[in-house]
């Protein structure tokens, strides 16, 4: 397959330089990541591929009287950024979410709800957080009928600000079934009639429920993401953002095959703009439709890839959720727990290698990673290297996060990749010397030693959990310490932080381009800035290889550029 995408790329670079460009940069600092020709000034393009990469001068012999010419003004260019693990819904509904903070009365939240269900389909929830009562005059909850008088159709979910409580109108109690006869469940209560709030219609029954949920009662609402935001509307405001930011690529961790027929539907249509490598959570029906069709590679000119399943192994380090190999440090009844069981996780694995399907697992304890490096090891154990489809599966541990030191060379000796979140350590780390004691910080985040050991590390930033920003990501990387606003005061223990574990600039700047190509399959058509490659770039304010550290985090993308199509141009 390599071997055939190699020839391919040698036929088609000579076609491609004897015709005009449609694209030429010039006056540009271009970080190739080509060993062969690591810094250009300028790139002409044919279409969605590169077809050459040099001097401004040289670059002349492409501009035909329809090439669109950009004169880069010395900005630096680099090959399109890629973030190797990004939940891209869950970023669209933080965008898309409704927010009440600030919210100073009654009447104020009314007409902020008034104003989102009038651009809200019919049915749609209207899902908000963020009001306190506290400074209204009265200070007493919302209820159901104040919000039935702006929202009588669409169900409404909105928030407490402290999370301990969530106000619901009549429809969305009507889809949950709740009625005057519901008890309370355990840990949360239903406000009932005048309980807690203003004024109620006559003739209401004392128990009727009045909208206000208490704590665990929230769980009686069935609201799950998807219903609460269009994923249409989703999908189009997590791309809005990924370009603007740089982000030319987007792996996808985890999903069903509602979002691959929301990609393919909004792509066919030729609105979303970023490339998606997206993966299918297992194991489970969905996981197993993979398998048996088979991977699906570059639909929609190499936008959008479904080869990989996703699965979850253990939880988070914060709510101790994340198994480890001895109980935690701050609370020794726990040492947290597998979230997923051997026998349904081993034939979905060995079934997987036959078929060409990558596996991607998130582990964060040592022992979770452990487990991972294990079960992956007894499949390929199990299927030989002649049984799979492709004898390179290159599967990957997502987060690889707490690992023992002496598990960190399997990584390398079994070829799974290592898929990290850079900016996960330089907010864990305020926190982790608490929950696993410095001592098991020797194998945490463990980027340089990993990357000595010959892997590479797909780097990302698992937003919606982090903000999502390459620079972030990359600041993250090489400085391995809090961003620059949060560095005052700050404990830098580097017996807990690690100050050796940081990666060099090319290091990073591989993480977030050639590395996640490479953990995609896609490191012969993308992840270097080299003639024959798709073209994709992020051109940015500063010379990330050079500036201060400090500096990183200001860095501003200028323009995203994929598949030869300019698709954000800051104004
Ligand atoms: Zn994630």
């Known amino acids: 397959m390599r071997r055939i995408l190699a020839l391919l790329a040698l036929f088609s670079v000579p076609a491609l330089a004897q015709q005009p460009a449609t694209l030429v940069l010039k006056n540009a600092n271009v970080y190739t990541l080509d060993d062969k020709q690591p810094h250009a000034e300028a ?14 001068a ?7 009287p329809q090439t669109k010419v950009l004169d880069l003004n010395g900005a630096t260019v680099v090959p399109g950024f890629t973030d190797a693990h990004y939940h891209f819904m869950g970023v669209g509904q933080r965008e898309l979410s409704f927010n009440l903070e600030g919210t100073k009365s009654l009447d104020e939240l009314l007409s902020k709800v008034k104003e989102r269900v009038a ?24 209820s159901r009928w104040d919000l039935d008088k702006v929202s009588p159709n669409n169900p409404v979910l909105l928030g407490r600000s402290d999370g301990h409580g969530a106000v619901v109108n009549s429809a969305a109690l009507k889809l949950a079934g709740i009625t005057s006869a519901t008890a309370d469940p355990f840990g949360g209560k239903l406000l009932r009639a005048k309980e807690g709030v203003g004024d109620v219609p006559a003739g209401v029954a004392v128990n009727e429920p009045n909208g206000m949920l208490l704590d665990r009662a929230r769980g009686l ?59 299918i959570s297992g194991p489970g029906a969905e996981a197993d439709r993979l398998i048996q069709q088979g991977a699906s590679v570059g639909e929609f000119g190499h936008r959008l890839t479904v080869r990989s399943i ?27 727990f597998l979230t997923v069981k051997e026998e349904a996780l081993r034939p979905m694995l060995m079934a997987a290698l036959k078929n060409g399907i990558q596996v991607e697992t998130h582990a964060i304890g040592d022992k979770a990673n452990r487990f991972v490096l294990d079960e992956y090891a007894r499949a390929m154990a199990a299927v030989p290297s002649g049984e799979r489809k492709i004898k390179e599966p290159r599967w990957r541990d997502e987060h690889s996060q707490i690992v023992s030191p002496q598990d960190l060379p399997r990584f390398k000796k079994l070829g799974v990749i290592p898929s990290m979140q850079p900016s996960h350590a330089i907010g864990d780390l305020f926190f982790v010397p608490s929950r696993i004691g410095a001592q098991r910080t020797k194998g945490a985040y463990a980027w340089h030693t990993l990357i000595q050991d010959g892997n590479v590390i797909a780097g990302g930033s698992d937003a919606p959990v982090e903000r999502g920003e390459p620079m972030i990501e990359y600041y993250a990387a090489v400085a391995r310490k809090p961003l620059p606003e949060r560095l005052a005061g700050a404990n830098l223990d580097p017996a807990v932080w690690h100050p050796e574990q940081a990666m060099t600039r090319e290091q990073a700047l591989k993480a977030l381009t050639l590395w996640p190509a490479y953990a995609a399959f896609e490191e012969d058509i993308k992840g270097t800035t080299a003639a024959g490659k798709l073209a994709d770039f992020s051109a940015l304010s500063a010379d990330i290889t050079k500036i201060p550290e400090a500096e990183i985090p200001k860095t501003r993308n200028l323009m995203t550029i994929v598949g030869g199509e300019v698709v954000f141009q800051e104004k």
């Open 310 to 336: 996703k699965v979850v192994s253990d939880g988070a380090l914060g709510s101790r959720g994340a198994a480890l190999l001895a109980p935690y440090s701050d609370n020794p009844q726990t040492s947290g």
């Open 58 to 64: 040289d670059v002349q012999r492409y501009v035909g």
């Open 43 to 56: 790139v002409a393009v044919v279409g969605e591929r590169i077809a050459f990469v040099g001097s401004n």
């Open 119 to 142: 651009q809200a389909k019919p049915g749609e929830w209207v899902v908000g957080r963020g009001w306190i009562e506290t400074f209204w005059k009265p200070p007493v909850f919302p």
């Open 221 to 279: 609402i069935r609201v799950s993401d998807d219903m609460a935001v269009d994923p249409e509307k989703a999908a189009l405001a997590a791309d809005a953002r990924s370009i603007m930011l740089g982000w030319c690529e987007v792996q996808d961790p985890g999903g069903s095959w509602r979002d691959v027929e929301v990609y393919r539907k909004l792509y066919g249509e030729g609105k979303l703009k970023v490339r998606i490598y997206k993966a």
